[in-house]
């Protein structure tokens, strides 16, 4: 079992940045891959980025490649999201998920979330 809080959202101007945090209670959380989603009003919860059990490894979205990175801190139990270059269209509640072992890119891969965080960018 693993519990998680997001934090870090908020207003910011289009080409600003912020960094979404993600707390994970437990012992194990190095045995969870992460990933970040979000949803905008009326639309499904689309993938963001995910990492691996170590962060070896990193997965993004298309339209975030370049401007998003994704980080974890296993001693902690914390997993970033670091936002640059914002467009509106990134606006969007922002959820925190972890997967046993392996990253993945579904929502239904991921049994365990966050309660998410508002990211509004204005142009």
């Known amino acids: 079992q693993v519990q998680l809080v997001e934090s870090g959202g908020g207003l910011v101007q289009a080409g600003g940045s912020l960094r979404l945090s993600c707390a994970a209670s437990?012992?194990?959380?190095?045995?969870?891959?992460m990933g970040w989603f979000r949803q905008a009003p009326g639309k499904e919860r689309d993938f963001v980025a995910a990492?691996?059990?170590?962060?070896?490894?990193?997965y993004y979205a298309d339209s975030v490649k370049g401007r998003f990175t994704i980080s974890r801190d296993n001693a902690n139990n914390m997993v970033y999201l670091q936002m640059n270059s914002l467009k509106p269209e990134d606006t969007a509640v922002y959820y925190c998920?972890?997967?046993?072992?392996?990253?993945?890119?579904?929502?239904?891969?991921?049994?365990?979330w966050g309660q998410g965080t508002q990211v509004t960018v204005s142009s």
């Open positions: 998920a972890a997967r046993p072992l392996i990253a993945g890119t579904s929502t239904l891969e991921y049994g365990y």
């Open positions: 437990g012992r194990t959380f190095g045995r969870y891959a």
């Open positions: 990492i691996s059990r170590n962060g070896g490894s990193t």
